[in-house]
T-cell receptor, first 110, second 115 residues
Framework: KQEVTQIPAALSVPEGENLVLNCSFTDSAIYNLQWFRQDPGKGLTSLLL?????REQTSGRLNASLDKSSGRSTLYIAASQPGDSATYLC?????????FGRGTSLIVHP | NAGVTQTPKFQVLKTGQSMTLQCAQD?????MYWYRQDPGMGLRLIYYSASEGTTDKGEVPNGYNVSRLNKREFSLRLESAAPSQTSVYFC??????????????FGPGTRLTVL
C-alpha cells in the first residue's frame, strides 16, 4: 500500500527565507504527483501537478521536483511571504485512488 | 466560473439521522470524487465516479452511498449517521481519472458533526 510522508510537519520561518518542503512515497510506480495549498477552514488549492515523465515544474515562486526512483518530491518556495502561510499537501497517484500526505503547516512571520 | 461548489457548508446531525451532501462542478470534468479529512489521518477517498454513470468505492466507503446525477453533479449520502462520520467532507473533480493524470480541483468543504 502506498504511504506518503511529509517532513517537516510544521515550519515557522521569517519572511524572505527560501524554503524546501519534502514529500516521500513508498511505491515509485506512480503516474503523477500534485502539490496543494490549504488555508485554515478552506478547501485545497492546486499548486502544481508533476507528471511522471517530468522532473520539475515551476509556477511563479514555486518549484516542485520529482525523483521517482528515490520516491521523493520537494516543493521549493522562494522569498517566502506572510501570505504563504498555510498547510501544504502532496498527493501521489498510482492508481484510481490518490494517496495524500498529512501536510506541512507553514507559518511565515513578518 | 464557480469551479466546484458544495452544500451545505456546515451541518449538525444526531446519531441515526440521514443527509445528503451535494456537489456540482462547472468545468466539464468527467471524474468526480468524495474525500473526508480527519485530524491526523489526512484525506481519504470515500467514493469516486470516473465518468457519468459509473461509481466506485474508494478507501473508506462503509456507511456512505453516492449518486452521479449527471455530468455536473455528484452527491454523497449518509443513511444513518454515526459519530465516527464527524469530519470535513470535500468534493473534487478532474478532467479524467486514474493516477492523478489530471489536476484535481476541490470544493470548499462541508463540516459535519454527528452528535
Amino acid at each position: 500500500k502506498q504511504e506518503v510522508t511529509q517532513i517537516p510537519a510544521a515550519l515557522s520561518v521569517p519572511e524572505g527565507e527560501n524554503l524546501v518542503l519534502n514529500c516521500s512515497f513508498t511505491d515509485s510506480a506512480i503516474y503523477n504527483l500534485q502539490w496543494f495549498r490549504q488555508d485554515p477552514g478552506k478547501g485545497l488549492t492546486s499548486l502544481l501537478l508533476i507528471q511522471s515523465s517530468q522532473r520539475e515544474q515551476t509556477s511563479g515562486r514555486l518549484n516542485a521536483s520529482l525523483d521517482k526512483s528515490s520516491g521523493r518530491s520537494t516543493l521549493y518556495i522562494a522569498a517566502s511571504q506572510p501570505g504563504d502561510s498555510a498547510t501544504y499537501l502532496c498527493a501521489v497517484g498510482g492508481s484510481y485512488i490518490p494517496t495524500f500526505g498529512r501536510g506541512t503547516s507553514l507559518i511565515v512571520h513578518p | 466560473n464557480a469551479g466546484v461548489t458544495q452544500t451545505p457548508k456546515f451541518q449538525v446531525l444526531k446519531t441515526g439521522q440521514s443527509m445528503t451532501l451535494q456537489c456540482a462542478q462547472d468545468m466539464n470534468h468527467n471524474s468526480m470524487y468524495w474525500y473526508r479529512q480527519d485530524p491526523g489521518m489526512g484525506l481519504r477517498l470515500i467514493y469516486y465516479s470516473a465518468s457519468e454513470g459509473t461509481t466506485d468505492k474508494g478507501e473508506v466507503p462503509n456507511g456512505y452511498n453516492v449518486s452521479r446525477l449527471n455530468k455536473r453533479e455528484f452527491s454523497l449520502r449518509l443513511e444513518s449517521a454515526a459519530p465516527s462520520q464527524t469530519s470535513v467532507y470535500f468534493c473534487a473533480s478532474s478532467l479524467t481519472s486514474g493516477g492523478l493524470k489530471n489536476e484535481q480541483f476541490f470544493g470548499p468543504g462541508t463540516r459535519l458533526t454527528v452528535l
